[in-house]
């Protein structure tokens, strides 16, 4: 978890950038995560097109596992060959899987951490309050939770006199930024569960188990990937969202709300790469090209393949290669006979 902490801390000063302009907490973390989907667009650019070659590698996959199903050695190399032949890297959509994942989880611990991650007070002075706070009969065991310094922030007005580990002006940003935390209405701090219904928080997990819903059943419809779902499957399509719903509903609002943006988010991404990278059309665009290169390497050998014939001093064709050695025979005799005659004639006038 350290990597991810670390991370957090990194995406923190972009959340405490966008909470010094607008100082309001919730319009920060839209303002945030739209920033990072669009830092992280084009690893699922990525993702999207190493998923459109390997589909539409499937149909050749299957010949050589059929082909070479007991020997997993042989099938191994002609899987190899396959990738080298259509350009594939197996792994790369593990990778570009992998590292929005990372980031996301980063988001997450800025956002649950915010005194080490946003505000970047030390991390042994918040470890010093915390364990402070703990002692405290009746409400110590808000701060032993995961979730501790967000309680930190929402209740520092009442403990600020009872930590000198903070400074003044780290007093003073903790205090501030504890009431920015209100927005439209909700406490991004409360926690739906120990808040009544009239706070209206409620509205978060709510929101959070519909988006996530409406996500997973407009996904398959707008990506075109409608296979159908059995066994456990499609149980886990209502089974996630509602375990999304419980977190969101025994946690701060903060996180919840996190949790929808992001949803609603992801699902607007996918949407918009669905139109311009879509799969068939990718699969389609890289089968023409692919074509058209093979005819182009076609071309290419015919020409280097195409019979030279006999070479000729003076680079004429066959047809006059043909023709020159008989004028050549010609010309030889025709100044025979001519020497004949010139000497005959050179005979006869010595005679007269």
Request: proline content about 4%; some cysteine.
């Amino acid at each position: 978890m350290q990597i991810f902490s670390w991370i957090g801390n990194v995406f923190g000063y972009l959340l405490w950038f966008f909470y010094e302009f607008t100082k309001n907490y919730g319009v920060s973390i839209i303002l945030f995560t739209i920033v990072l989907k669009i830092i992280m667009f084009p690893f699922s650019i990525k993702q999207q097109k190493s998923m459109a070659k390997n589909t539409r590698l499937q149909g050749k996959q299957k010949e050589i596992q059929k082909k070479y199903g007991d020997n997993k050695q042989k099938m191994s190399e002609e899987m190899q060959k396959l990738y080298q032949q259509e350009g594939v890297n197996p792994m790369g959509g593990c990778l570009t899987s992998i590292i929005p994942l990372i980031i996301m989880m980063g988001i997450y611990y800025s956002v649950v951490n915010p005194l080490q991650n946003t505000l970047h007070i030390a991390g042994s002075k918040v470890t010093e309050a915390m364990q402070l706070l703990q002692q405290v009969p009746g409400v110590g065991n808000l701060f032993s939770g995961f979730y501790g310094e967000i309680d930190l922030v929402k209740h520092f007005d009442f403990f600020k006199d009872f930590l000198p580990m903070f400074s003044a002006d780290e007093a003073a940003n903790i205090a501030s930024f504890g009431q920015g935390f209100n927005f439209l209405g909700l406490n991004l701090l409360d926690t739906p569960q120990s808040s009544s219904f009239s706070s209206m928080l409620w509205l978060i997990p709510v929101l959070c188990l519909v988006s996530s819903l409406v996500t997973q059943w407009l996904m398959p419809k707008i990506t075109g990937n409608q296979m159908a779902m059995q066994g456990c499957m499609k149980w886990m399509m209502f089974i996630l969202p509602l375990f999304s719903a419980w977190i969101a509903y025994t946690v701060p609002a903060a996180v919840g709300f996190y949790w929808i943006i992001n949803t609603v988010l992801q699902f607007l991404q996918t949407w918009v790469l669905n139109i311009f990278y879509n799969a068939d059309t990718m699969i389609a665009k890289e089968e023409a090209a692919r074509i058209a290169l093979r005819e182009i390497e076609e071309k290419k050998v015919k020409m280097i393949a195409l019979p030279e014939g006999p070479r000729n001093m003076g680079g004429l064709p066959a047809s006059q290669k043909k023709a020159e050695p008989q004028k050549s025979a010609k010309k030889s005799s025709s100044r025979k006979k001519g020497s004949n005659k010139s000497t005959s004639d050179y005979l006869g006038s010595k005679k007269g």
